[in-house]
T-cell receptor, first 113, second 114 residues
């Protein structure tokens, strides 16, 4: 099926552990985004990518690392998880800038204990 | 920096009635787009409606319509004939920044009473 998939859907990890959240799209859209959703904050941009091997920071990048070796994949890594990174993480994409609508993955609920 | 403000954390509406969710935004961009997204309990973000700033006509999608007041930087969502399935979080968002991302408000939780 075409679309955006995220894995895992749920993850519980301990403080200090490294965690990678996966995002895969089947459209080959250029732009991809990672947002986090926290109560009282809406969605905030963590990192984005304009194309393979091109990534840049968003509003809340501290503690996160991204890579994009292939157009269809955009993994997000928490190098040393902290409790403040407990959140719901969404991956999104849109087709260049001609289509401004963003398509979202189903989200990953991450709990850091 | 762009900002989006939703001043109503929670709203309630009777089934079959009409409800309006408020949103104001601030941007220095001359060309921008505005969106309403719905997030049901499943957590999936679903696009409800979008408005191009250069269009004076308010966007409409079936029971959903917007009141776009460009000078006032206001972008409210009207839901007519509310249904139980409309119960969700609703997020207002703007697009137009250099990063290509959306700027979201904090959301409004809509409850629909039978």
């Amino acid at each position: 099926d075409a679309g955006i998939t995220q894995s895992p859907r749920y993850k519980i990890t301990e403080t200090g552990r490294q965690v990678t959240l996966m995002c895969h799209q089947t459209w080959s859209h250029s732009y991809m985004f990672w947002y986090r959703q926290d109560l009282g904050h809406g969605l905030r941009l963590i990192y984005y990518s304009a194309a393979a091997d091109i990534t840049d920071k968003g509003e809340v990048p501290d503690g996160y690392v991204v890579s994009r070796s292939k157009t269809e994949n955009f993994p997000l890594t928490l190098e040393s998880a902290t409790r403040s990174q407990t959140s719901v993480y969404f991956c999104a994409t849109h087709l260049d800038r001609a289509n401004y609508e963003q398509y979202f993955g189903p989200g990953t609920r991450l709990t850091v204990t | 920096a762009q900002t989006v403000t939703q001043s109503q954390p929670e709203m309630s509406v009777q089934e079959a009635e009409t409800v309006t969710l408020s949103c104001t935004y601030d941007t220095s961009e001359s060309d921008y787009y505005l969106f309403w997204y719905k997030q049901p309990p499943s957590r999936q973000m679903i696009l409800v409606i979008r408005q191009e700033a250069y269009k004076q006509q308010n966007a409409t999608e079936n029971r959903f319509s917007v009141n776009f007041q460009k000078a006032a930087k206001s972008f409210s969502l009207k839901i007519s004939d509310s249904q139980l399935g409309d119960a969700a979080m609703y997020f207002c968002a703007s697009y137009g920044g250099s990063q290509g991302n959306l700027i979201f408000g904090k959301g409004t939780k809509l409850s629909v009473k039978p």
